[in-house]
């Protein structure tokens, strides 16, 4: 039988998180999933640890992109990772990143009760890894999912299950730098509201780290104007960011600093 659910993970210099990445899918609870690994120009031995821990379980995939990439990010090891795809309904995990034992099986549950949902979407963990403290956020919905998504991006990509038809041969991430907040645009743009879950309660674990693409703030304000730019004069894409920026200001202030057990999410 095909699998009920595809994992991508794109794979960057990820040798450091491997075995908690690892640990967080063999201890789903729910087990009927493939697992689609995209190294993505690693220049460490991520590959090579992957493959050694993945070896005696086929529900692995594991490949290397040879090909010439557009923009740096992973929107290219995505991309692949869904077009190689056989689950019914696609799920993103990234290496750096974390599931709670029971995220799928709540997935499995909610998608079977309401065969309607074609989309889901959660509150989530933020972790600062280097702090060690944890914060839990909730997406900040604004009048519904469909205008928010005209603004800024409420939905975090890991907490994301999506029908494997709803995204098809033709959505897939742009070779742009927060390719993330235009998918979302492409892929939810004709759904309706009855389609889509937002579940309240957090599985999933967001690593934050000094690195991390998103850090930059600069970078990011530059990619930002760049997508806005697409559609909207420079004006209107200058006050779209600075609404942006005042949301994300506010989203930062209603976050909720937790205890966690870091026993469970050590690396």
């Not at 529900?59 to 995505?78: D, S, T």
């Not at 999912?145 to 907490?159: A, D, G, V």
């Not at 600075?242 to 057990?261: A, G, M, P």
Request: include cysteine; charged fraction near 25%; glycine fraction near 2%.
């Amino acid at each position: 039988m095909d699998p009920f659910f595809t994992i991508i993970t794109p794979v960057k210099n990820g040798k450091f998180f491997i075995d908690r990445y690892l640990n967080s899918l063999f201890n789903q609870t729910f087990k009927n999933f493939e697992v689609v690994l995209v190294d993505d120009f690693s220049n460490d031995n991520s590959y090579e640890i992957l493959k050694s821990n993945i070896k005696n379980d086929r529900r692995f995939k594991l490949i290397r992109i040879n090909l010439e990439k557009k923009c740096e990010g992973p929107y290219l090891a995505r991309n692949i990772g869904i077009d190689i795809s056989k689950g019914r309904y696609i799920c993103f995990l990234d290496i750096d990143d974390f599931w709670l034992p029971t995220k799928l099986e709540r997935n499995y549950e909610i998608l079977n009760a309401n065969n309607k949902i074609k989309f889901i979407y959660s509150s989530y963990y933020r972790c600062l890894l280097k702090e060690k403290k944890y914060y839990l956020r909730n997406p900040l919905i604004i009048k519904n999912l469909h205008f928010s998504l005209s603004i800024f991006n409420p939905i975090p990509l890991l907490t994301s299950c999506i029908k494997r038809d709803l995204i098809g041969d033709n959505i897939r991430f742009k070779a742009i730098n927060h390719e993330d907040f235009l998918f979302w645009n492409d892929l939810l743009m004709n759904l309706n509201e009855d389609m889509i879950f937002l579940d309240d309660i957090p599985l999933t674990l967001y690593s934050i780290s000094d690195n991390s693409i998103s850090s930059s703030k600069i970078k990011g304000f530059i990619w930002l104007l760049r997508i806005y730019r697409l559609h909207s004069s420079f004006l209107k894409s200058f006050i779209l960011i600075l609404i942006r920026l005042l949301i994300q200001i506010i989203i930062y202030f209603t976050d909720k600093k937790i205890e966690f057990n870091s026993e469970l999410t050590k690396f």
